[in-house]
């Protein structure tokens, strides 16, 4: 059934938080925090400088904390939050004085290195996909080892200093020999650097070598598939949109949706085994709300984990397969779409099938709106044959791109009781575009309707320039 949807909640937070320069500001800052720990460790700062560098790193720590509030506001739940940015909570944890363990607090602001990571995987997306995902792969595990030797070098230089290191610049040498060699050629003679060797040398047992490998085995799978758009589970997302099947026109909708007023701050769950996050990237469409669930979208399971029953507007697709005839693909389009409604009443949906006997089936599911493949563009074919010039409107008012767009208004209450010849002076002169059509409240839409009069809960479908679409809509 028809549902309207809700503009996404903080729309200038989430615009915020895809903004370049701001990304730029957050990479720089955990730079800094990260190059601040080495500096505290091998340089010998005096007091003054030492105090404007813990005043600066504590600075730094509120504006992480400042940016993760803001990911809270704009994530879909808390349970969301947290997967995706336990690691950035620890690191900021060092700003409570109760997380203040002395020298252990370099071991949580060392996190920063895995902030760091997700950060750089964010903004460098499309180098891993040029060199075909093992970016991610060759990436985390260099990472990894980076971060083994930076906690090895700070803890022993730490620990160690005076007591067995002559100079910090050798904690660096001790840390890497010992991640290799698995030995240690002074034994540590404090108790932290005991245990910042055990640590290391935990690197070199065969079991913790096994463990490593499976950790990171995972990790790198989770990267690369957050680098890919995909997901298992959207099951806390609400006011979403879903795409079951995948064919040319997902470009065109997902282009579509990421520019229009209403749905460009709603996520995207496409749901198909041939769903290719690289198609849409190839056709410079923004993929920021873009998800892919490669599975079977007539099953039932998959659906409630791409929160059909959250979701906002659903649209199956007439998905192409060798083996499958129209007929077939038009059954699993109705098999989808009924299953839809059957589990979320409220959604819109709307689908596409091939054969036009089948449009009643659908709508006696309470499907909203069916297409019929090459219906449309036949039709808008046969007018462009007879009238000549004509496409140029049609390119215009069906895209919200540039130029004019349709757009549903809300009858006012000035126009309640008028007439539709009433309505086409009332919009122009407020500037609201060009009445040519009501939608009666759960009826079909009337074009032009002649000696109609308008009743409270029905919509006026008008032609209106983008920029003049009312903000609230």
């Known amino acids: 059934m028809l549902s309207t949807s809700k503009p996404k909640k903080y729309p200038k937070i989430k615009w915020l938080l895809q903004n370049n320069y701001f990304s730029s500001f957050i990479l720089l800052a955990v730079i800094f925090s990260v190059a601040s720990i080495l500096i505290e460790v091998f340089v010998d700062l005096n007091t003054s400088l030492s105090l404007q560098l813990n ?27 947290l997967l995706k940015n336990w690691i950035e909570i620890l690191a900021v944890l060092p700003l409570l004085r109760i997380f203040r363990f002395g020298r252990l607090i370099y071991v949580f602001r060392l996190l920063r290195l895995f902030s760091l990571g997700t950060i750089l995987q964010r903004k460098l997306g499309a180098i891993a996909t040029a060199l075909q995902s093992r970016f991610l792969e060759y990436g985390l595990l260099l990472g990894l080892m980076g971060f083994a030797i930076l906690f090895g070098t700070i803890g022993f230089a730490q620990f160690e200093a005076g007591a067995g290191l002559m100079e910090p610049s050798e904690a660096f040498w001790k840390s890497l020999f010992s991640l290799f060699s698995g030995e240690y050629a002074d034994y540590p003679q404090t108790l932290g650097g005991k245990f910042i060797l ?11 070598a096994m463990l490593t490998g499976t950790i990171s085995a995972v990790m790198i799978e989770k990267m690369k598939e957050t680098g890919m758009h995909k997901i298992k589970d959207a099951s806390d997302f609400k006011n979403h949109i879903v795409i079951c099947g995948f064919n040319p026109k997902v470009n065109i909708l997902v282009r579509e949706f990421s520019i229009d007023p209403i749905r460009k701050d709603s996520e995207i769950i496409i749901i198909s085994p041939k769903a290719n996050i690289e198609n849409l990237r190839s056709q410079n469409i923004k993929t920021d709300m873009v998800m892919i669930m490669p599975e079977d979208y007539t099953h039932i399971e998959v659906l409630k984990r791409a929160g059909i029953k959250t979701a906002s507007l659903a649209i199956v697709l007439s998905e192409a397969d060798n083996n499958r005839s129209t007929h077939d693909m038009d059954a699993r389009t109705i098999l989808a779409a009924l299953t839809i409604e059957r589990m979320n009443s409220a959604i819109h949906t709307c689908a596409e099938i091939n054969h036009p006997e089948y449009i009643d089936h659908l709508k006696m599911g309470g499907v909203d709106d069916i297409v019929i493949e090459g219906d449309v563009s036949g039709k808008l074919l046969a007018r462009m044959g007879s009238s000549h010039g004509i496409l140029p409107f049609f390119e215009d008012v069906l895209s919200n791109q540039s130029g004019n767009t349709m757009h549903f208004h809300e009858v006012p209450n000035d126009l309640i009781g008028k007439s539709m010849e009433e309505a086409l002076l009332w919009f122009s002169k407020n500037k609201l575009g060009i009445a040519v059509a009501v939608k009666p409240k759960n009826k079909e839409l009337l074009v032009n309707p002649a000696g109609y009069f308008f009743s409270e809960g029905d919509s006026v479908l008008t032609i209106i320039d983008v920029g003049q679409i009312p903000k609230e809509s």
């Not at 005043?55 to 939050?81: C, G, H, M, Q």
Request: aromatic share 24%; net charge negative.
């Open 198 to 208: 055990f640590v290391l040398l935990l690197f070199e047992m065969t079991f913790f």
């Open 55 to 81: 005043l600066a790193n504590d600075v730094i720590t509120f504006v992480l904390i400042f940016e993760l509030i803001l990911r809270w506001f704009t994530s879909p739940s808390n349970k969301i939050f």
